[in-house]
């Protein structure tokens, strides 16, 4: 819930913040923490569909997004090491790419939403999240062991 409220009301006052995607990366953590393709699927619909209504988006494309990076987190995290910092980098910037093209294509060929794709921006944007995900998921680690 927190990564939603910073999703939806931080970037209004810093735009800096808009290339961050925290609900993503909190979706990537629970579904490779948890290895169950349905449970990291509903996750993915959950988490994107409530991003889509704090936001000013068509209802379902986050959704849609979400859903399928959550599919394949928990799917690649039951055959891969994910405590491992460099394949949790790794893992991150690919599903942030994912994310963006499968946004990209939903927005771009369902919605008719004009966008521009551009690879430099999403690389660097990816290479953002991943640095940011790995301290969020160090952090989130922290409360997994204590409880």
């Keep these: 819930m927190l990564a939603l409220f910073l999703q939806a009301f931080v ?4 735009p800096a913040f808009s290339y961050l995607d925290l609900p ?12 169950n393709p349905i449970s990291g699927l509903l996750t993915g619909a959950a988490i994107g569909l409530a991003q889509d209504m704090l936001g000013n988006y ?3 494309i986050f959704g849609i997004a ?3 990076v959550g599919y394949g987190a928990s799917s690649l995290g039951a055959k891969l ?3 491992n910092a460099a394949a949790r980098f790794l893992v991150t910037l690919g599903f942030y790419l994912l994310h963006a093209a499968v946004y990209f294509t939903v927005a771009r060929g369902m919605v008719n939403l004009t966008l521009t794709w551009s ?17 969020l998921y160090f952090i989130l680690d922290r409360f997994k062991q204590r409880a």
């Design 11 to 14: 970037p209004r006052r810093f």
């Design 24 to 35: 993503l990366l909190v979706t990537i953590f629970f579904a490779m923490a948890r290895r």
């Design 58 to 60: 068509p209802i379902g």
């Design 66 to 68: 979400k859903t399928v």
């Design 81 to 83: 090491d994910v405590e």
């Design 119 to 135: 690879w430099g921006r999403g690389v660097l944007a990816g290479l953002a999240n991943a640095a940011v995900g790995m301290v």
